[in-house]
């Protein structure tokens, strides 16, 4: 099968995928999904929660009021997320940037893909995965995320990828083009799969069983 052909059959067997879009019970705001990216790295999202529910009662969730804070003040508001050290200065960051655009998501959405996750990447705390994550949830632009769960899929599917993000990426992205919300659906769909099927057993009783994925 091509990989439009696993995204196409994922959602036939699965169905739609609820995720974390703004306005779902899951993320009130483009910028708490932002927060969220980064505070869940390197941790699940049980510890991610209290802090979202502290800088929430502290700002809102509102750039202006997050760019108030110091990395003194913000480290015991997300020190549940732990890595703090890095992710309170990449959160405060993030709040200066969004400010060079006036807070104004807008204005962010109708910039080039391509610069935008160049920002996103010159802030230190944010690596590929979340600045794709923050690109495809919050900024309208489409892009396929390469995570754990999309190399573990990969490889039970029999696909020899390239082991660095940004080749694997480009690998998948050059054999099919999609729409911003299939780019959103697919990512969940794998990352839902992958919560599921947690290993080789699980994956030869599951739907894809069989399966072999081709990618020139």
């Known amino acids: ?30 910028v708490e999904i932002m927060l969220g990216a980064i505070l869940v790295q390197n941790t ?47 959160i405060l960051a993030l709040a200066d940037w969004l400010g060079q655009a006036d807070d104004n998501l807008d204005v962010l959405k109708h910039r080039d893909g391509a610069s935008l996750r160049q920002d996103l990447m010159s802030i230190t705390g944010i690596g590929n995965e979340t600045a794709d994550y923050i690109l495809m949830y919050t900024l309208d632009h489409g892009i396929f995320m390469v995570d754990t769960y999309a190399r573990r899929l990969f490889t039970w599917l029999g696909a020899t990828m390239p082991k660095t993000y940004p080749a694997f ?17 697919f990512h969940a769909l794998i990352d839902e799969f992958g919560k599921k099927i947690k290993n080789d057993a699980d994956f030869e009783n599951s739907f894809l069983a069989g399966q072999k994925l081709v990618v020139d």
């Open 169 to 185: 990426q480009k690998k998948v992205l050059s054999q099919f083009q999609l729409e911003l919300a299939d780019y959103q659906e």
């Open 44 to 90: 699940n999202w049980r510890n991610v929660e209290p802090s979202l529910i502290n800088l929430k009662r502290e700002t809102g969730f509102v750039p202006a009021e997050l760019r108030k804070l110091t990395p003194a003040t913000i480290t015991p508001l997300i020190k549940t997320s732990g890595f703090y050290n890095r992710k309170g200065p990449a």
């Open 1 to 30: 099968m091509t990989i439009e052909e696993l995204y196409r059959e994922m959602g036939k067997q699965m169905g739609p995928q609820p995720w974390l879009k703004p306005g779902t019970p899951w993320a009130e705001t483009p």
